[in-house]
């Protein structure tokens, strides 16, 4: 007797075909190129000598790197841009986010004046800011009007480099973040609020006792995101700096992208792309780690 599939296993058949074309590409551009690159983390592989030309090392490459100056510099540096840029943006979007909430009239061009940095292509951004910090510059200008006579070289200063970069960073993303606070702003229960005005609470008390607490789900997931895409920083230094001056700009994504493709040593750039790897994965657990006591409800 022919077996006639049932309407619920024809769906999931139906279902699961739509699904297949983007599970091919996955497998194709993603989870087979990620472990082709654990595979060759363990050899010193020069690709410009074509598949094959590996040789295994072991666990040298990963040795190697914490005695190398420019990996560990690249490491310090990209911690150093982290720890500025995350608590920064983030407080910076909170404050604006609420501000804009309640004593803004214009409230959505403000907000898309402020995404537009965000959602600009990077380079032009990145290019234009190396304009604003130039010699003739407005930021060199504003400094010399508030009476410094030797302002620095910004971008081409080895103290100052890192600074102008977090500065730009931030002012590109502060935009993005003050969007999702004001979307989850617009959702708090106002009875609440409502509540407290009754009981005479001032905006300072209801900031710290109701909103921050209520937001603290989207401030996880902001530390979250904004800890991943500060740890993979790559085009504002590329466009900007070239990592210099010396090491002072160099972040490890850029130094991976360097070994690659400028020094040719892919296993040693696939072995440093694993620990990147590994430091954000445990950033991210403990964040995750501690979700239950950061978040409210």
Do not use: H
């Amino acid at each position: 007797k022919r077996q006639i599939l049932s309407p619920q296993a024809r769906t999931d058949l139906t279902g699961c075909s739509f699904l297949l074309p983007n599970l091919i590409g996955c497998a194709l551009f993603t989870f087979i190129p990620v472990l082709f690159s654990l595979f060759i983390s363990f050899t010193d592989w020069d690709y410009t000598k074509g598949f094959g030309s590996w040789n295994f090392v072991g666990f040298q490459n990963f040795i190697d790197m914490w005695s190398d100056e420019w990996f560990v510099d690249a490491l310090t540096n990209t911690l150093v841009y982290t720890i500025a840029v995350v608590p920064i943006t983030i407080f910076l979007a909170l404050i604006l986010s609420v501000l804009i909430d309640k004593y803004c009239f214009a409230k959505l061009p403000i907000r898309l004046a402020m995404l537009m940095p965000y959602i600009s292509n990077v380079v032009a951004v990145a290019i234009v800011w190396v304009m604003m910090y130039s010699s003739f510059g407005p930021v060199t200008q504003l400094v010399k009007a508030l009476g410094v006579e030797n302002p620095p070289q910004w971008v081409a200063d080895y103290k100052w480099a890192m600074p102008a970069i977090i500065l730009m960073t931030i002012w590109s993303n502060v935009g993005y973040s003050a969007l999702i606070y004001t979307s989850s702003i617009q959702g708090l229960p106002q009875d609440v609020y409502e509540a407290a005005d009754m009981d005479g609470a001032n905006e300072i008390v209801k900031f710290f006792k109701l909103t921050i607490p209520f937001l603290s789900p989207t401030t996880f997931f902001l530390v979250i995101t904004n800890i991943i895409t500060s740890f993979q920083v790559f085009a504002p230094i590329q466009i900007m700096t070239r990592g210099g001056p010396g090491t002072s700009t160099y972040v490890l994504v850029y130094y991976i992208y360097r070994s690659a493709f400028g020094y040719y040593k892919m296993g040693y750039a696939s072995a440093m792309a694993w620990i990147l790897f590994i430091l954000i994965f445990i950033v991210t657990m403990i964040q995750w780690r501690g979700q239950k006591r950061w978040v409210s409800y």
